[in-house]
C-alpha cells in the first residue's frame, strides 16, 4: 500500500454514539482519564517444561482502556493460558467478570469485554492520537492503590522491533521515564489523546507500542479485513560497500539492499533471489543500509513495511534490481505465527472455552462471579 | 606456567620422616620466559611473561616437570637446592596432552651431587603423600604434606580436551608447585599439577601410570602421543534393554554409544556393541574398570596401550561375546578444541583481512565469556558438526579473524569472528583454500561469502592487490601468510 500512513485513516476510531463521544478539549486534566482507564485481572497458568503436567498459577493485573462500545483495549501479553479476566474501573471497587473479544499475539494486542451492562456505565472511550509528534508532552498514566498515578516521560526515538512473540516486526515507541513497574498496557497520552500503550521497560526506556500502529489493526479489525500480521520471510544484508553493488551491476544512484537469503518453499517458487538488490517496498525507497523514509516516523527500517497497514497474506510490491535491470515483483507477506512459548494448553479453562480468541467469533460470555460492592 | 590450575607443593614436616636420600636436593626450581602468539593478530605476540614452577631430576640427567611450566618458552633457567646460580635449560621431550615435560641442562655439571630420584607406584587412596616445590610466597623450597584423596579420571586443563588418571589430594594448592614431585617412601609418586579454583584442600597430581606411560613412549627418541580408541560408552543398567541385547543378567558391559572417525575403530566397533573387557580390565555396567583398586572410567584402561600396539576388547555382539585386537593410535582430529601449544598459528591477510583457523585458542580471545559472545555458528562449527554433521564437516574451518582497516575494506559491514563459507566460490574446507580462491581469479571482483544465511562482502581485485603492501606495512605484519 503506497499511501503514507498518517493519511491512511481519515476516520477515527471512536464511536460516534453514546454519551461521551464527542469532541474534546485539546487537553484535559489527568484525572478526566478515570472513566477511561479501567484495570484488567488476568488470572493464568504457567507451564513448568520440566514437569509438564504441572501448572502454576499467576495473576497480572493489567491497564485497559475503554475504546468503543463494550471493547478495553488492552496488550495481548500475558493473556496467553489465562483461567479467568475480570474488569475494574475506577482503580478500586468490584471486579467485574469478563472474557477476551480477541488477542493477537504478534501484534501485541487484545480487546477485552464484559456482558455485564453495568460495568459500562460511567465509562467513555479514549481517543487514539494520529499521527504520534515527537514534540509533545507526554505522560504515563496507571492506577496505583486505588488513585490514578501520572508521571513525565520523554520521547526517545521511534525504533522498528519485534515485542518477543511472534517473528513480526513494526514500528515502537521509545520513551524515558522514572517510572517503574510498567510494561502492563498503561497508557501513554499527550494532552487529551492516547499516544501509545506501554509493553515494555528496561531501565528508564520505556517501549510503547504507537497509537497509530494500533489503530491500524483495529481499523483492519472492525472492517474484517484483518488476517494477522506479516513479516519478509528473507534476509537481506545492507548495501554500503560500494563494490558490492558494483558487483551487481546496478546502475545509477548506490541505493537498495542486497537480499542474501530467501527461504525454501515447498508450495511456491520464492519470488525472490538471493543477491536481488532491493530497491522499493510499496514505492518507498530503500537506501544502502536498509532504511526508507516514513512520512510518520522518520527513518524507520524496511522491515516496518511488512506491517504498515499491510496483513498476512497482502501482497507488497517489491523493486529489485535482477539480470542488470531493475523488475517489478509481487510478494507476499507470510503469516507471523506466535511465538512457541505461546503454544496453548488444550486443556483451557474458564470462560474463554467460548472460543473468543477468534475476532469473527460472536461474543458469549457467562459471568462467573459478582465480586461484593 | 600459566594462570590455570597451578600446582603445587604439599609441604612436609620432615621431623622424623628419614629421608636418607634428602629429595629435596633433587628439587629444582625452573624460571621460564615465555612468550604466547596473539591468536586473533597471529604475527604477533604478547609480551614475554616470566613466570616459575618446580621440578625433579631423574635418571639421565634429566629434569622432570609440568608442560605448561614450560610452554612457548623462550628462556629457561633452572635452579638447584639452595645453589643462587642459574642454568640454562632446554626442553627435550614435551607432552601436551598429560602436561609432562623433560628438560635438560646445557651445563651438565648442573646434575654433580644430585640424586636422580626414584618412581613408585600409584598411593593407596588414604595414604599420606608429600609434595615438594617453590611455590609463590617465598624463596625457599616448600613441602606440604595431605592424604590421597581420590583416584580417577580428571579432565587435564593443559591440553583442554584430555583426561587422564588422576589422583587428588588434600594439600593446600598455590602456583608455583607445578612439576614437583609428590613423594612417599623417598620414591615420587606424582606430579603436582594443577588445583580447583572454589574448592579448598583440594589439588591434584599426575601418577605413576601416566608418567611411566610418557617416559616409555619417548625411548624411542620422540613423544607420540597417548592413543584414544575413539568409543564412547554409556552405562547399560536399564534391564530391559540388557534383555533386549541378550545380556546376561549380571554387572558387565557398558553399551557402545558413539565412535570418533577413526578408521580402526570403525571397521572393528560398531554401535550397540556392549564392550566387557579391555587388556585384562572388565568394565562395569556403569562404564568403569577397576584400576589397582580404584573404580575409575574404562578409559583409563584404554590409556594403558601405547600407540602403534593393539588392545585385546572382547565385546558382546548380536548375542554372544566377540574377541577383537584393536589397534590403538593417537586421535588428532579434536586439535582445534584444545589448546594448542608449540606450533605458531596460520593465518593469512589480504586487503586488510585477516583469515585464521578456528579454534579454541581463538575463541578465547573474545574474552573469558566467550562462550556466552560467540555467535552459535562458531560454537556448532568448533564443537557439534564433527559428531552431529560428519558429511557436513571441513578439514579446517576459517574464520575472519580481525580487519586491519584500509580503505578498501572500510566499507565492509560483516562483523569480525566470521565464518567463512567460500570464497570466489571455492568452499573453504582449510586455510590453504582461502590462498589459492584469492590469488586463481581473475574476476574483477572478489566474493567472501560467510556462514550463515549466505552474508556477503566483495573486494575489488586490482584495489586490493594494489593495496596489499600498505596494509602489512601500516600495521607491521612481516609476512601475508603462515601456512
Excluded at chain 1, 506479516?230 to 537498495?256: M, S
Excluded at chain 2, 598411593?123 to 603423600?129: A, D, E, G, I
Excluded at chain 2, 569480525?416 to 568452499?427: E, F, P, Q, S, Y
Aim: glycine share 8%; aromatic share 10%.
Amino acid at each position: 500500500m503506497n499511501v503514507r500512513f498518517i493519511h491512511c485513516f481519515a476516520v477515527l476510531l471512536l464511536f460516534g454514539s453514546g454519551p461521551g463521544f464527542g469532541s474534546e478539549a485539546a487537553k484535559k486534566a489527568p484525572g478526566d482519564w478515570e472513566r477511561e482507564l479501567v484495570s484488567v485481572e488476568v488470572h493464568r497458568k504457567q507451564y513448568d517444561y520440566f514437569q509438564p503436567w504441572t501448572k502454576h498459577v499467576q495473576t497480572v493485573v493489567k491497564a485497559g482502556l475503554l475504546i468503543g462500545p463494550r471493547e478495553i483495549l488492552t496488550t495481548a501479553d500475558g493473556l496467553d493460558n489465562r483461567t479467568l479476566v475480570r474488569l475494574q474501573k475506577g482503580g478500586r471497587g468490584p471486579w467485574w467478570s469478563a472474557g477476551v473479544k480477541w488477542a493477537d499475539y504478534p501484534a501485541n494486542l487484545a480487546v477485552v469485554t464484559s456482558t455485564d451492562e453495568k460495568f459500562w456505565a460511567g465509562l467513555k472511550p479514549a481517543t487514539l492520537a494520529e499521527p504520534v509528534k515527537k514534540e509533545e508532552e507526554i505522560q504515563i498514566i496507571r492506577w496505583r492503590a486505588g488513585n490514578l498515578e501520572v508521571r513525565k516521560a520523554e520521547f526517545s526515538r521511534f525504533t522498528v522491533s519485534h515485542p518477543n512473540m511472534s517473528d513480526a516486526v513494526h514500528v515502537q515507541l521509545e520513551l524515558s521515564s522514572e517510572i517503574d513497574g510498567v510494561g502492563w498496557s498503561e497508557p501513554a497520552i499527550a494532552g487529551s489523546k492516547v499516544v501509545g500503550l506501554v509493553f515494555s521497560q528496561c531501565g528508564n526506556q520505556l517501549q510503547v507500542l504507537p497509537s497509530p500502529f494500533i489503530r491500524s489493526i483495529l481499523d483492519a479489525q472492525k472492517k474484517g479485513h484483518y488476517k494477522g500480521l506479516g513479516y519478509f520471510d528473507f534476509t537481506w544484508q545492507p548495501a554500503e560497500n560500494p563494490e558490492t553493488l558494483d558487483y551487481l551491476k546496478l546502475e545509477g544512484e548506490k541505493r537498495g539492499v542486497v537480499v542474501i537469503d530467501v527461504p525454501d518453499k515447498r508450495d511456491t517458487a520464492p519470488v525472490l533471489r538471493p543477491r536481488d538488490i532491493l530497491l522499493q517496498v510499496d514505492g518507498f525507497d530503500v537506501d544502502t543500509q536498509g532504511d526508507y523514509v516514513d512520512a510518520g516516523y522518520g527513518h524507520l527500517v524496511l522491515e516496518n513495511l511488512s506491517t504498515r497497514n499491510k496483513w498476512a497474506g497482502d501482497p507488497a510490491r517489491l523493486k529489485i534490481w535482477r539480470d542488470g535491470r531493475a523488475q517489478d515483483v509481487v510478494y507476499r507477506l507470510p503469516k507471523a505465527e506466535d511465538a512457541a512459548r505461546l503454544v496453548p494448553d488444550g486443556g483451557r479453562i474458564g470462560n474463554d472455552a467460548l472460543h473468543f480468541d477468534s475476532p469473527t467469533s460472536e461474543v458469549r460470555i457467562q459471568r462467573r462471579s459478582v465480586p461484593p460492592s | 606456567m600459566s594462570n590455570k590450575f597451578l600446582c603445587l607443593v604439599l609441604n612436609v614436616v620432615l621431623a622424623g620422616s628419614g629421608f636418607a636420600a634428602e629429595p629435596e636436593r633433587s628439587v629444582i626450581q625452573i624460571m621460564t620466559f615465555s612468550q604466547q602468539p596473539v591468536w586473533d593478530a597471529p604475527w604477533r605476540f604478547d609480551p614475554v611473561r616470566r613466570s616459575s614452577g618446580s621440578g625433579f631430576v631423574i635418571k639421565g640427567k634429566r629434569i622432570m616437570t609440568n608442560a605448561h611450566v614450560v610452554s612457548w618458552a623462550k628462556q629457561i633457567l633452572v635452579h638447584r637446592y639452595q645453589d643462587p646460580r642459574p642454568y640454562l635449560a632446554r626442553v627435550k621431550f614435551i607432552a601436551h596432552d598429560c602436561d609432562l615435560a623433560l628438560l635438560e641442562v646445557e651445563d651438565e655439571s648442573f646434575f654433580n651431587g644430585l640424586e636422580p630420584l626414584r618412581f613408585g607406584d600409584l598411593p593407596k587412596v588414604r595414604s599420606t603423600v608429600v609434595t615438594h616445590g617453590y611455590p609463590a610466597g617465598g624463596e625457599q623450597i616448600s613441602y606440604t604434606r595431605g592424604v590421597v584423596s581420590r583416584i580417577e579420571l580428571q579432565n587435564y586443563v593443559h591440553s583442554g580436551n584430555r583426561a587422564f588418571l588422576t589422583v587428588q589430594t588434600d594439600a593446600a594448592i598455590n602456583p608455583g608447585n607445578s612439576g614437583g614431585p609428590v613423594v612417599q617412601d623417598d620414591l615420587v609418586v606424582g606430579v603436582a599439577f594443577q588445583g580447583m579454583p572454589g574448592l579448598e584442600n583440594t589439588g591434584f597430581f599426575i601418577p605413576p601410570p601416566v608418567i611411566h606411560h610418557f617416559l616409555k613412549d619417548i625411548e624411542d627418541g620422540r613423544y607420540g602421543g597417548f592413543p584414544m580408541a575413539g568409543i564412547r560408552v554409556v552405562p547399560l543398567q536399564n534391564p530391559a534393554y540388557r534383555r533386549y541385547l541378550r545380556l546376561p543378567d549380571n554387572d558387565l558391559g557398558a553399551r557402545v554409544d558413539s565412535l570418533l572417525p577413526i578408521a580402526a575403530t570403525e571397521k572393528l566397533i560398531q554401535l550397540d556393541d556392549v564392550l566387557l573387557r579391555v587388556g585384562k580390565y572388565e568394565v562395569a555396567s556403569d562404564g568403569t574398570v577397576l584400576y589397582e583398586g580404584n573404580r575409575v572410567s574404562a578409559s583409563a584402561a584404554f590409556q594403558t596401550a601405547q600407540r602403534g600396539e593393539s588392545l585385546p576388547l572382547k565385546v558382546w555382539r548380536q548375542g554372544k561375546e566377540t574377541d577383537i585386537s584393536l589397534p590403538m593410535n593417537v586421535y588428532e582430529g579434536d586439535r582445534s578444541v584444545g589448546n594448542q601449544y608449540d606450533v605458531l598459528p596460520r593465518y593469512f591477510v589480504y586487503a586488510g583481512l585477516v583469515f585464521t583457523p578456528l579454534s579454541l585458542d581463538y575463541m578465547k580471545t573474545l574474552g573469558q565469556g566467550w562462550r556466552d559472545v560467540a555467535n552459535a555458528e562458531l560454537i556448532y562449527e568448533l564443537y557439534y558438526r564433527r559428531s552431529e554433521a560428519p558429511d557436513s564437516t571441513r578439514t579446517e574451518p576459517v574464520v575472519l579473524a580481525s580487519t586491519l582497516a584500509h580503505s578498501v575494506n572500510a566499507n565492509f559491514k560483516i562483523s569480525n569472528h566470521a565464518l567463512v563459507d567460500k570464497i570466489n566460490g571455492v568452499r573453504i574446507d582449510k586455510l590453504e583454500d582461502v590462498v589459492r580462491s584469492f590469488e586463481s581469479t581473475t574476476n574483477t571482483h572478489h566474493v567472501i561469502e560467510f556462514v550463515p544465511n549466505h552474508a556477503f562482502e566483495t573486494l575489488n581485485r586490482a584495489d586490493a592487490e594494489a593495496a596489499q603492501a600498505e596494509v602489512l606495512k601500516t600495521y607491521g605484519v612481516p609476512k601475508d601468510r603462515r601456512l
